[in-house]
């Protein structure tokens, strides 16, 4: 088979990483995720994945944060066959596939266009794509107003600038109406510590961008309502985490304080 080399700076590789990490989900004896579309996905692509050296810990985390999006989606979607689905910062994931959503839901996939552009060649065509830098105002407009929306971001907050993730969110509340923002939560410790996480580091790219209070969003000004936060420390599937990880993860799970710094998952209204 031809693999792809794909062109790609250091902001947009990051979706490599987590892509590869659900791959390698796949191939751990009891997988979290399970996700075979990304494995042949990462098959199909001409890139030195070692060079990532991620860690159990990574897989685990990164295969165990996108099921519990996935599902959020799957819930609002049940509650709602006629909603709009925007996956923010999609990168090559593939939750489109997971998720398989009924024919009355719009998916919309919204990334830079260079990054949308590659998902045709890779993978079949279940979603609208938005091509757009989430900095800018501007690209909002195709999404209509007036259905239920279900706005997902994994792997996201940390690598959007300064306040325009909160900017980003303030706009899509008010153009969308009402719905529900479901996203992997960083706290400020976590966010500045990925700059020296191996894997980040290997890219070569500074990531910074998170928040400790799962409140906080509530003053953000996009009218937003705390629904839920999970500490995945406490998810049931850490039965099925590698050892010593799973030893680790259960110790973690006994201090809410340290269960934030891993992966939480937190979910808002609108
Ligand atoms: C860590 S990857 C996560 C990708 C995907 N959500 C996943 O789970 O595989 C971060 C993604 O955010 C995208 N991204 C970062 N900054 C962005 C911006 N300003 N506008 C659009 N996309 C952005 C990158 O291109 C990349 O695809």
Redesign the pocket.
Known sequence: MQRLRLDLDP??E??L???YA?ALDTKLPHPILGDTYSADLADAIDYDFTKLKIKPSLVCS?ALR?KKLDEAVRAFVAGHPDAVVV???????T?VLRCDPPPGVDWYD???PD?VDLRPQFLPERSLRIG????KAGWLDSLPRDRPAMIV????LP??PGD?FQRMTRELTTHLNRGELAINGYTRFAAWSMKYHPTIKAIGITAAQGFDDPHEPETWNAGLTMVEEQLLTRAPEVADFPQPLRAVTRLMSHSTALSRQGTRILRYRF
């Open positions: 902001l947009r990051t979706l990483l987590t892509l659900r990164t996108a996956d923010l910062g999609c990168g090559l994931d939750r919204v990334d830079f990054v757009a830098d989430l900095t971001a994994d792997g996201l690598f959007l325009t």
